[in-house]
């Protein structure tokens, strides 16, 4: 498997983008910079799009996908989410206020997104990929909305957290995973800003070394998430801890390969 950072930040600059990783050319995770960070014919090839949470530094590009590929595709964009992310996606984006309801157009048979809920620690199937959806720490809602995911392709398994503070149920059930290879997490603020963290559910580096005990043994950790304005002083905290698995993602349109 491949996994192209299109943008691997908790933020948007110049420079910088929002979250989107590309796995392989046709399994979307987020859209935070989908439209932004790749070109038309690129976009075209997205079967399917999983979203973590509603937040939107995760979904914004949703909006400009669906404007990009209107009438360029044969069928819908497939979008796997909880719940409680559908509703607030629908509320609050394609509200034929904000945006068009591109679930409805063209016409309502053959729309140019379409919702589909996921279920807690059910696996699903897209294509080439199994996906189990797990919820993690982010945002600290009732009900829970926030989802990582197991993505397995032939012999190949990667755990994506995305955005979470300190969490326990996926790194459990990732243990069981085999032919883990990776895992991708997040590290937003530096450890001055521990509290910003704590009620915005995010890791600093002093969060993150306390996590690493409950990981699975041995697999690279690739951090990413990163504010934009506290990159920086993030980079030099996240080396300070001398842990060698860990790989900070401090620029986008990467790719990293798998097998
Ligand atoms: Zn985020
Ligand atoms: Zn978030």
């Known amino acids: ?5 299109i943008g691997g930040h908790g933020g948007v600059t110049r420079n910088y983008h929002a979250t989107s990783y590309l796995i392989d050319e046709s399994l979307l995770i987020d859209a935070g910079s989908v439209a932004s960070g790749l070109d038309i014919q690129a976009q075209l090839k997205i079967d399917h799009i999983l979203l973590s949470h509603a937040h939107l530094d995760h979904t914004k590009d949703l909006a400009f996908i669906c404007d990009n590929c209107f009438g360029l595709r044969d069928k819908p964009f497939e979008v796997h989410c909880y719940k409680t992310v559908h509703s607030a996606v629908k509320e609050h984006i394609f509200n034929n206020i904000i945006w068009p309801d591109f679930s409805t157009l063209p016409t309502p048979e053959n729309p140019t997104i379409r919702f589909n809920e996921i279920v807690d620690e059910k ?9 189990t959806p797990i919820h993690v720490s982010h945002p600290v809602l009732k009900p829970n909305e926030g989802m990582g995911f197991i993505v397995e392709k032939d012999n190949t398994a990667i755990v994506f957290t995305m955005d979470t503070k300190a969490t326990d149920r996926i790194w459990e ?7 883990l290879k990776a895992i991708f997490t997040e590290v937003s603020f530096p450890n001055k800003l521990q509290y910003v963290a704590d009620i915005s ?3 600093t580096p002093d969060t993150i070394k306390e996590e690493l005990k409950k990981m699975p043994k041995d697999i690279p950790i690739y951090l ?4 934009p304005n506290y990159q920086e002083l993030l980079i030099q905290e996240i080396t300070d801890l001398h842990e060698p698995r860990l790989h900070i993602m401090y620029a986008d349109d990467v790719r990293y390969n798998f097998d």
Not at 1 to 5: E, F, G, Y
Not at 173 to 179: D, G, I, Y
Not at 224 to 227: A, D, F, Q
Request: proline share 0%.
């Open 123 to 131: 696996t699903i199937v897209l294509g080439k990929y199994r996906v």
């Open 224 to 227: 990413g998430h990163l504010k």
């Open 1 to 5: 498997m491949q996994v192209k950072i």
């Open 173 to 179: 059930v990732s243990k069981k995973v085999k032919n």
């Open 201 to 203: 559910d995010h890791h």
